[in-house]
């Protein structure tokens, strides 16, 4: 009998089928629908080398926060001293970055950056098709990399080195040996938590705001496997802390004080929710530094607001101001709040694809189709589920848990768009949830249409 590779099983450990009851579904459904997957990764993995290589290069397009992001690798690959600034941003993606830049700061290793963007990029792909197998079916997990393959918001941004790629590519792998271990006996199962739990603390270490999709999986992996019911979850919690403690010491030690994973939400908090255009803050013998939505620059809105006597790391400054903000508004605020949600999706060009204008012209039109289609995408699901509830029957209870934690984990994106800055590229690294859901709506639909079909 042939196994599948991702030892997992559909729905939930209780909902499960038997042992022997799993090996036959898989056995029948899975060997084609797996070729598929595997050839959509292939093809998906081509794309991703004609443009990281050929087309579009991310060492000829170092700008913006990709020389930020450059050049505070290149200070941690030389050894410079750590400045106060590298603690502003998380530091993830710069300590990734750095790693092929210690072969050399220069063109070598910019090229060897982009190879490993390259890597993450398509190995996005691959764990999605996992993290697929274990929520869905084997029809929708190949069909789900044959979208996450094609997806040009995905590929695009394998051609610049910011934190989208490596912040994608780390949650999937953690949440897929997450769920996975919920499956395995014993110790695979805690020696998956705790892959899962390294995996996941780079990912809040690129992206912080993925610690909500962390603690929806550690609610999920209770119980798992014959263990203690909180077994997996600490072994996950544990194994991120560790990760993240180095983290922590790098940016306390930059900001000569015990600080976080990142100095950044007090700003991004204050532009939120006063409608700023350009905020500017700093000295001359200190550093100045600017910084404005993208969206608020594509749309030409809000204004300008200048603080000599501050820095951009004062947290506790710029969430005063916000709160400020919020209490002036009142009930009004509620505008500034929905626009941010829809700035998330289709409002505006996702940052930096703005050029060449062909690249502009395809990544506008498919965030345009997605944010619209994602409302349907995510009716449709909650529709789907409540008729599985209203006549259960036991498939369709294992293939409404997986679709309840993508719902879950596409959710954890709510609270980021509304509460801090909200623009499409913050929202791109979660597409991969809603394109797991409409493979699973397009696979049920497919199905249902074949058991009616006349024999």
Same mark, same amino acid.
């Given at each position: 009998?042939?196994?599948?590779?991702?030892?997992? @099983?559909?729905?939930?450990?209780?909902?499960?089928?038997?042992?022997?009851?799993?090996?036959?579904?898989?056995?029948?459904?899975?060997?084609?629908?797996? =070729?598929?997957?595997?050839?959509?990764? %292939?093809?998906?993995?081509?794309? +991703?080398?004609?443009? #990281?290589?050929?087309?579009?290069?991310?060492?000829?397009?170092?700008?913006?926060?990709?020389?930020?992001?450059?050049? +505070?690798?290149?200070?941690?690959?030389?050894?410079?001293?750590?400045?106060?600034?590298? #603690?502003?941003?998380?530091?993830?993606?710069?300590?990734?970055?750095?790693?092929?830049?210690?072969?050399?700061?220069?063109?070598?290793?910019?090229?060897?950056?982009?190879?490993?963007?390259?890597?993450?990029?398509?190995?996005?792909?691959?764990?999605?098709?996992?993290?697929?197998?274990?929520?869905?079916?084997? =029809?929708?997990?190949?069909?789900?990399? $044959?979208?996450?393959?094609?997806?040009?918001?995905?590929?695009?941004?394998? /051609?610049?080195?910011? &934190?989208?790629?490596?912040?994608?590519?780390? *949650?999937?792998?953690?949440?897929?040996?997450?769920?996975?271990?919920?499956?395995?006996?014993?110790?695979? %199962?805690?020696? &998956?938590?705790?892959?899962?739990?390294?995996?996941?603390?780079?990912?809040?270490?690129?992206?912080?705001?993925?610690?909500?999709?962390?603690?929806?999986?550690?609610? %999920?992996?209770?119980?798992?496997? !014959?263990? /203690?019911?909180?077994?997996?979850?600490?072994?996950?919690?544990? $194994?991120?802390?560790?990760?993240?403690?180095?983290?922590?010491?790098?940016?306390?030690?930059?900001?000569?004080?015990?600080?976080?994973?990142?100095?950044?939400?007090?700003?991004?908090?204050?532009?939120?929710?006063?409608?700023?255009?350009?905020?500017? %803050?700093?000295?001359?013998?200190?550093?100045?530094?600017?910084?404005?939505?993208?969206?608020?620059?594509? =749309?030409? !809105?809000?204004?300008?607001?200048?603080?000599?006597?501050?820095?951009?790391?004062?947290?506790?400054?710029?969430?005063? =101001?916000?709160?400020?903000?919020?209490?002036?508004?009142?009930?009004?605020?509620? +505008?500034?709040?929905?626009?941010?949600?829809?700035?998330?999706?289709?409002?505006?060009?996702?940052?930096?694809?703005?050029?060449?204008?062909?690249?502009?012209?395809?990544?506008?039109?498919?965030?345009?189709?997605? &944010?619209?289609?994602?409302?349907?995408?995510?009716? #449709?699901?909650?529709?789907?589920?409540? @008729?599985?509830?209203?006549?259960?029957?036991?498939?369709?209870?294992?293939?409404?848990?997986?679709?309840?934690?993508?719902?879950?984990?596409?959710?954890?994106?709510?609270?980021?768009?509304?509460?801090?800055?909200?623009?499409? +590229?913050? !929202?791109?690294?979660?597409?991969?949830?809603?394109?797991?859901?409409?493979?699973?709506?397009?696979?049920?639909?497919?199905?249902? *249409?074949?058991?009616?079909?006349?024999?």
């Amino acid at each position: 009998m042939n196994r599948d590779l991702s030892s997992c @099983r559909y729905g939930s450990p209780g909902d499960a089928p038997a042992p022997t009851e799993t090996v036959l579904i898989r056995s029948a459904e899975s060997p084609n629908w797996n =070729r598929l997957a595997w050839g959509a990764i %292939a093809v998906g993995a081509l794309i +991703r080398l004609l443009w #990281a290589f050929v087309l579009h290069p991310p060492y000829d397009f170092v700008f913006s926060d990709m020389q930020g992001y450059v050049s +505070r690798a290149q200070g941690l690959a030389t050894g410079a001293p750590l400045e106060r600034y590298f #603690a502003f941003y998380p530091p993830g993606t710069h300590i990734l970055l750095a790693g092929p830049l210690l072969l050399d700061e220069g063109v070598v290793g910019l090229r060897a950056a982009a190879a490993l963007w390259w890597a993450l990029s398509s190995a996005s792909v691959v764990f999605a098709w996992r993290l697929a197998l274990c929520l869905l079916t084997p =029809r929708a997990a190949a069909v789900t990399a $044959a979208l996450c393959a094609a997806y040009p918001l995905f590929f695009f941004y394998a /051609g610049f080195f910011s &934190s989208e790629t490596p912040a994608m590519a780390l *949650l999937l792998a953690g949440l897929w040996l997450g769920y996975r271990s919920r499956h395995l006996p014993g110790r695979a %199962a805690v020696v &998956s938590a705790i892959g899962s739990g390294m995996l996941a603390g780079a990912a809040v270490a690129v992206r912080p705001q993925f610690l909500l999709n962390v603690v929806v999986l550690g609610v %999920a992996m209770r119980g798992g496997a !014959r263990l /203690g019911r909180l077994q997996l979850p600490v072994a996950l919690a544990a $194994a991120a802390i560790l990760v993240l403690i180095p983290v922590v010491v790098h940016n306390s030690a930059a900001a000569n004080k015990l600080t976080g994973i990142s100095e950044y939400p007090g700003l991004i908090f204050y532009q939120a929710h006063c409608d700023i255009h350009l905020v500017t %803050a700093g000295t001359p013998e200190r550093g100045v530094f600017a910084f404005g939505s993208p969206v608020a620059f594509e =749309r030409n !809105r809000g204004h300008d607001e200048t603080f000599p006597d501050r820095q951009v790391w004062d947290q506790g400054f710029f969430l005063d =101001r916000g709160l400020d903000c919020i209490r002036e508004d009142g009930f009004s605020h509620l +505008r500034i709040v929905g626009r941010n949600l829809l700035d998330a999706g289709a409002t505006s060009t996702p940052f930096p694809l703005g050029d060449p204008p062909a690249v502009k012209t395809i990544a506008r039109a498919t965030n345009l189709v997605y &944010s619209l289609g994602l409302v349907v995408i995510v009716v #449709a699901t909650i529709v789907l589920l409540r @008729r599985r509830r209203d006549r259960p029957t036991e498939k369709s209870n294992q293939l409404g848990y997986g679709e309840r934690q993508l719902l879950l984990h596409l959710a954890c994106l709510l609270p980021v768009v509304l509460v801090f800055l909200s623009e499409p +590229r913050y !929202r791109i690294p979660y597409d991969v949830f809603g394109l797991m859901l409409l493979a699973a709506l397009v696979t049920a639909g497919l199905g249902s *249409l074949r058991r009616r079909a006349p024999a």
